[in-house]
């Protein structure tokens, strides 16, 4: 029973352009919801979460966008960089505080 | 945020042997998980390493075959045990932030299993 799924293994966008990553879940009881990014031979690094209450979590260049009536949620990256090609996980916290990954999404940012 | 170190950062093992992971925070914390990521998988929870009691194991994880250990709060060891290829992962470990709503992530161990 996949409760995060990320449906998209692989993303290709132009670096300057707008990427967006989602991510959909089927637990309404989770209570945040984070992304994290993986480069190759390192572990996943946290980038940015957002609370079941809100709406939108805006961080620089990075925004999550939390719709929880369709349960879904989505990471906007604007402008793309060439340096933010690596793997983008999604992961929901559950009431107690364990994290359920989604299998990732490859982002990659050409010049 | 912390820093987490693993060793072995990856390993290459044989059928029926056992590998020990070590984890290593720089400083003190309260909780400390392992995951382990199987190829084109996510990251899935094993267990959580608690100090001074026993790892509380997710479904389709026991002791008898990933048994840890937490003697203090900034180190904890994953031992994979009786090893068989279907074991080749690789094997994070992670600890809260300050805020819970933040894990961080050792650079994980890379285990192919022959």
């Known amino acids: 029973d996949q409760q995060v799924k990320q449906n998209s293994p692989s993303l290709s966008v132009q670096e300057g352009r707008i990427s967006i990553l989602n991510c959909d879940y089927t637990n309404s009881m989770f209570d945040y919801f984070l992304w994290y990014k993986k480069y190759p031979a390192e572990g996943p690094t946290f980038l940015i979460s957002i609370s079941s209450i809100k709406d939108k979590n805006e961080d620089g260049r990075f925004t999550v966008f939390l719709n929880k009536s369709a349960k879904h949620l989505s990471l906007h990256i604007v402008p793309s960089q060439p340096g933010d090609s690596a793997v983008y996980f999604c992961a929901a916290e559950n009431q107690g505080g364990k994290l359920i990954f989604g299998q990732g999404t490859e982002l990659s940012v050409k010049p | 945020s912390a820093v987490i170190s693993q060793k072995p950062s990856r390993d290459i093992c044989q059928r029926g042997t056992s590998l020990t992971i070590q984890c290593q925070v720089d400083s003190q914390v309260t909780m400390m998980f392992w995951y382990r990521q199987q190829p084109g998988q996510s990251l899935t929870l094993i267990a959580t390493a608690n100090q001074g009691s026993e790892a509380t194991y997710e479904s389709g994880f026991v002791i008898d075959k990933f048994p840890i250990s937490r003697p203090n709060l900034t180190f904890s060891t994953l031992t994979v045990s009786n090893m068989s290829p279907e074991d080749s992962s690789i094997y994070l470990c992670?600890?809260?932030?300050?805020?819970?709503?933040?894990?961080?992530f050792g650079p994980g161990t890379r285990l192919t299993v022959l």
């Open positions: 992670s600890t809260n932030g300050l805020a819970d709503t933040e894990q961080f």
